[in-house]
C-alpha cells in the first residue's frame, strides 16, 4: 500500500507541474482533463501525507518515552501516543476505502427509469410516489431532474416514467436503488380498509457520454411524431416528439417532453447511449444482455429490493437488513441513511475480495 500510495503522490504532483505549465494551460480541453484526474486522487493524497506525519509523530513520541526519566512527561507521552496510534488507524481504514477500485460511473449523471408492476392502479400510484421521492431527494442535494417521457393515467399514476438526473456522484448515490420497490398500504378505493400489496421497478442507468458508446448515424432509424398527452396546444401542431431506435440492439428510446424537436432528439440520443453502455456492460460482466431486467426482476411481489409498509410507517432494505420507522420523510426524499448503508455494504463486501 505505501508504494502505491508514493506512485499516487508523485502522479499529484506531476499533475500540478503539468497545469502550470503555461503551454498547458493555453489548452482548455486539456486542462480540464488534467484537473478530473488531480481531483480523483486528492483525497487519497491527503490522507496519504496526513499517515506519514502521524507516522513520523508516532516515532518521536516513542523516542521521547524510551529516553524521559520523568515519569509525569512519560505518562503525557504516553497519552498522546495512544491518541496518535487512534487517528492512524481511523487514517488507515480511510486509506484502505479510498483504494477500493471506483466504479467508473460513480461520478455521472444517471437516467432512472420508474414502471409500474404487480398491483394494477396501486401499482401506478406508487410509482408517482417513487418518482417523488426521487425528485425531492434530488432537490435535497441540489440536482438537477428533467423527465424525459412519462405515461401518465388517471388519479395521478405513473404508468412509466424516464428522467434524467443531474449532478456529481449521482450515479454512486442512486446505482443501489435499482430493483423492485413494494408497498403495502390500503388504497384510497378500498372500502373495507384491506392491506393492499403491489411493486414498482426501478432502473438506474449511468448516463453515457459519446465518449463512452460509440453510435454509428447509420445504424439508427429516428421517427418523428405529435406527442401524446399533456403538453398544450402547440405540441399537438407540430410533430416534436421523437424515437430513437439502434438496429444492431434494438434498444428504443423515445423523448416527447419537449416543445422542441432538436432538444428531444438530443435526451432520446443520451437515453439510448445509456442503455447500450448499460447492455455493453452487462455483456462484458456475462450477466444477462437485457440490462433493464437483470436490474429490476419481473417486477412480481416476492421480488424486493425494498418494503414500504405505509400502516406501519416502516421502510426495510432487505439486501442490508435495514429497518427504518420514518416512512413519511423517507418518500418526501430523505432516504441518505437507506444509501449510505448500501455505500457501505458495498465498500465492505469490496474490502473483502480484496482482501482475498
Known amino acids: 500500500m505505501l508504494q502505491k500510495l508514493e506512485e499516487i503522490e508523485s502522479r499529484y504532483d506531476d499533475l500540478e507541474k503539468d497545469m502550470a505549465d503555461p503551454e498547458v494551460a493555453a489548452d482548455y480541453s486539456r486542462v480540464q482533463n488534467l484537473a478530473k484526474e ?3 486522487i486528492r483525497k487519497l493524497v491527503t490522507l496519504s501525507r496526513e499517515r506519514r506525519r502521524l507516522v513520523t509523530e508516532i516515532d518521536e513520541v516513542g523516542a521521547l518515552i524510551r529516553n524521559e526519566a520523568d515519569e509525569e512527561m512519560t505518562a503525557m507521552a504516553k497519552e498522546e501516543l495512544a491518541e496518535l496510534e487512534i487517528q492512524l488507524d481511523r487514517v488507515d481504514r480511510d486509506l484502505h476505502v479510498e483504494l477500493i477500485p471506483k466504479d467508473p460511473n460513480d461520478n455521472k449523471n444517471v437516467i432512472v427509469e420508474i414502471r409500474a408492476a404487480a398491483g ?5 400510484l406508487f410509482a408517482a410516489v417513487l418518482f417523488r421521492m426521487y425528485s425531492r431527494y434530488a432537490q435535497r442535494r441540489d440536482w438537477g431532474t428533467e423527465v424525459i417521457d412519462a405515461n401518465e393515467t388517471g388519479l395521478g399514476a405513473i404508468k412509466e416514467i424516464v428522467f434524467q438526473v443531474k449532478g456529481n456522484g449521482a450515479y454512486s448515490r442512486l446505482k443501489h436503488e435499482s430493483g423492485t420497490h413494494r408497498v403495502q398500504r390500503v388504497p384510497v378505493t378500498e372500502s373495507t380498509g384491506r392491506i393492499h400489496t403491489s ?4 432502473a438506474v442507468l449511468p448516463e453515457a457520454e459519446e465518449v463512452d458508446v460509440a453510435v454509428n448515424a447509420g445504424d439508427l432509424d429516428i421517427d418523428i411524431f405529435h406527442a401524446s398527452g399533456h403538453g398544450g396546444q402547440n405540441v399537438q401542431k407540430v410533430a416534436t416528439a421523437v424515437r430513437i431506435t439502434h438496429r444492431p440492439t434494438g434498444i428504443m428510446a423515445i423523448c416527447q417532453d419537449e416543445r422542441s424537436q432538436f432538444k428531444n432528439k438530443e435526451k432520446a440520443m443520451a437515453v439510448l447511449r445509456s442503455r447500450i453502455l448499460a447492455l455493453e456492460t452487462e455483456r462484458a460482466q456475462r450477466e444477462r444482455a437485457d440490462a433493464r431486467r437483470s436490474q429490476v ?3 412480481d411481489r416476492s ?3 425494498r418494503t414500504y409498509n405505509f400502516p406501519q410507517s416502516r421502510i426495510t432494505d432487505h439486501r442490508i437488513g435495514l429497518t427504518l420507522h420514518n416512512l413519511e420523510q423517507a418518500v418526501d426524499g430523505d432516504i441518505d441513511a437507506i444509501i449510505d448503508g448500501l455505500t457501505e455494504y458495498e465498500q465492505t463486501q469490496k474490502l473483502a475480495a480484496v482482501a482475498t
Open 38 to 40: 488531480q481531483a480523483a
Open 120 to 124: 394494477g392502479d396501486e401499482a401506478g
Open 199 to 202: 411493486t414498482a421497478t426501478v
Open 297 to 299: 426482476g419481473t417486477g
Open 303 to 305: 421480488e424486493r429490493v
